[in-house]
């Protein structure tokens, strides 16, 4: 039985990208071990998951300083390449997937390299935009150029890369990176699991009340995502929208201060701040709404941005108010999401009102998106996937995923927004 190795710094069990992946390997016949965090209430630190063999390492993620993510990169890095390196002469791994952030987690198997196995780079975040974001740093600094040279050795390590849209591709196809080295995994929803979560999901406390029109935003409350301009937004668009309500879904740094701006525009009775949800409870969550909100902001770093939430939505049919940024346009058309323009509550107010009003407009929206998420679902991604780690592991030049396309052997390659 041949072994793959996952290396990734989160928690395993809520990185659905990493666990999409690892599963569909262990049911095609792999041996799959993960190395992660672990978080706070997990006392093993080593267990299994639907097949799959997770070792953690306990190191918490307080990050806010350069300093603090620096620690942690580091800690975790150090611990991942001394695990990789021992497990790869007990279990031979055929291939190390390496998921960023950060880039340079793919050295911790460069060891493991040179006892025979092949990296793939799955860089479903690009950490050069990610800096310019998150410290407001200017494109031509010195931090930002050594950020692109790091990625570049990335590269060159990696037998191939693997990441979640188009547009990052032909970014990094810009940045040197062959286009025969690259595919496009997208960010999709494991429906079989989706769906199956929300059969078994336990009753939900907060009950939907007789009437209401809930707009619905799930994951963590940080300021990119933009939640305080979804409330600007419902606050400019209630008057228009009587029987409406915002539930906020997670937690997260912002979430104090989301509710100060509620309690500030007298909407305490119609924005909820849920908190946490459990993720097998969200599908019944979802169910609950009328609209998805994603009101996530515009800047370097999320326009290249391919939502999870996104596509939960789309496979439980809601139809999905979302900010105009460029790798989301690419998959989906105007006929597809009720785009606004980013950072603007005044649009986002009037995307809101439109889809309240309109029952017929919020069914063909929701139809249009599954039409167009149906090329990129995670059956579609799942086997090429699968093909892509065959190919590595039997010839170590998986085939260029557009010459696969030209010759009608793959699928999924885009949508009707990006053919026209």
């Known amino acids: 039985m041949k072994s793959v190795c996952f290396v990734v710094q989160s928690d395993y069990e ?3 990208r990493v666990r999409r992946k690892a599963e569909a390997l262990v049911a095609a016949g792999y041996s799959v071990d993960v190395l992660a965090l672990r978080r706070l209430s997990q006392p093993q630190k080593r267990y299994v998951l639907n097949g799959v ?6 190191l918490g993620k307080r990050r806010g300083s350069i300093a603090r993510y620096v620690f942690e990169y580091l800690a975790f890095f150090l611990w991942a390449l001394g695990r990789v390196t021992l497990q790869m002469r007990r279990r031979q791994y055929v291939v190390i997937d390496v998921n960023t952030l950060p880039d340079v987690l793919i050295f911790a198997a460069i060891v493991a390299k040179w006892m025979g196995a092949r990296l793939v780079l799955d860089m479903h975040e690009i950490t050069p935009e990610f800096y310019i974001s998150k410290y407001g740093a200017r494109e031509d600094s010195w931090v930002v150029r050594g950020l692109k040279r790091v990625e570049r050795w990335c590269f060159r ?22 286009e025969s080295k690259s595919t ?50 419902f606050r400019l668009a209630q008057a228009e929208m009587p029987s409406a309500q915002l539930w906020i879904l997670g937690g997260g740094p912002e979430e104090d201060s989301l509710a100060r701006l509620a309690r500030q525009h007298g909407l305490i009775s119609k924005v909820k701040l849920v908190g946490l949800v459990s993720p097998g409870d969200i599908p019944a969550w979802l169910s609950k709404c009328d609209v998805g909100i994603l009101p996530l902001r515009r800047d370097v770093f999320l326009e290249f941005a391919s939502p999870n939430k996104l596509a939960e939505f789309v496979v ?105």
């Open 53 to 58: 063999n997770v070792s953690t390492v306990s």
């Open 157 to 178: 390590l990696a037998d191939h890369v693997i990441t979640i849209n188009e547009p990052i591709r032909e970014l990094f196809a810009a940045r040197g990176l062959p």
């Open 14 to 16: 809520l990185d659905n």
């Open 184 to 233: 496009v995994i997208t960010n999709a929803v494991d429906e079989a699991r989706f769906t199956s979560a929300f059969r078994e999901s336990r009753a939900i406390d907060v009950v939907k009340d007789p009437g209401a029109f809930v707009m619905m935003y799930h994951g963590t409350l940080t300021r990119i995502y933009g939640l305080d301009i979804a409330i600007e937004a």
């Open 316 to 420: 439980m049919g809601k139809p999905v108010v979302m900010s105009r940024l460029k790798a989301v346009q690419y998959y989906f058309s105007e006929t597809a999401l009720a785009y606004f323009e980013p950072n603007s509550p005044a649009d986002l107010a009037k995307q809101m009102v439109r889809v309240y009003r309109d029952g017929e407009l919020r069914a063909r929206l929701a139809a249009q998106a599954r039409t167009e998420y149906a090329p990129i679902r995670w059956d579609v991604m799942k086997q090429r996937y699968l093909r892509l780690m065959e190919e590595v592991v039997t010839s170590g030049k998986p085939t260029d995923e557009r010459s696969l396309v030209r010759r009608g052997l793959a699928t999924g390659s885009g949508s009707a927004s990006n053919r026209r």
